[in-house]
């Protein structure tokens, strides 16, 4: 099973391995990455994993109709790892996907769900912990602090990202 995420980034390289391999460990079997501007040695780091890695990177240069990202988004409809992939799911690279069923993979979820299309992946906003300048720590144990999994207010705080299964029902790429 082919289940393929895609991420834009500029200037992510602090935190792009953690993001690739977490998201690696739970089952994503691909990752398309999209890059623009970048100046910290993010592209060249893609580049690399492009060659020992289920990653695939895609420059995302202007113009950029809609925006930077639904740009990138669209610019990845067409890429043989989103074209072909049994389920999509688009991320930032703020997000790290965490299942709470079975053996905490994408495997183990979609076993759980088995007549699913399209699952929701609800955010689960994180603050600093206190930090304020850049440290060389991993992001998931450095930021361990989140709001409460039920919170009225901000509205914000209700947004989510979809895994879905790529039938065609889903006519492109979406934040």
């Known amino acids: 099973m082919r289940i393929t995420a895609v991420v834009t980034v500029r200037n992510e390289g602090a935190f792009l391995l953690e993001w690739i391999a977490h998201h690696l460990g739970i089952g994503i079997t691909d990752v ?3 890059s623009n501007d970048c100046d910290d040695g993010t592209d060249a780091m893609l580049d690399r994993l492009a ?3 289920p990653v695939h990177h ?3 240069p202007g113009p950029h109709e809609g925006g930077i990202q639904f740009a990138g988004l669209k ?3 067409a890429h043989p790892a989103v074209r072909d992939a ?3 799911v688009a991320l930032d690279i703020d997000e790290f996907v ?3 069923t079975g053996d905490h993979t994408l495997a183990a979820l979609l076993a759980a769900l ?7 992946l609800t955010w689960r906003v994180f603050g600093n912990c206190g930090v304020r300048d850049h440290t060389d720590a991993p992001v998931l144990e450095t930021f361990t602090r989140a709001a409460p999994e039920v919170m009225a207010w901000p509205w914000r705080i209700f ?3 979809t895994l879905y299964r790529n039938t065609g029902a889903y006519g492109k790429l979406g934040v």
Not at 114 to 120: F, H, N, Q, R
């Open 58 to 60: 895609v420059p995302n």
């Open 75 to 77: 610019r990845a409809d």
């Open 114 to 120: 088995p007549e699913a299309d399209a699952i929701t």
């Open 98 to 100: 965490n299942i709470h």
């Open 159 to 161: 947004m989510f990202k």
């Open 86 to 88: 049994d389920w999509l």
């Open 51 to 53: 060659e020992i890695a």
């Open 32 to 34: 398309v990455a999209l």
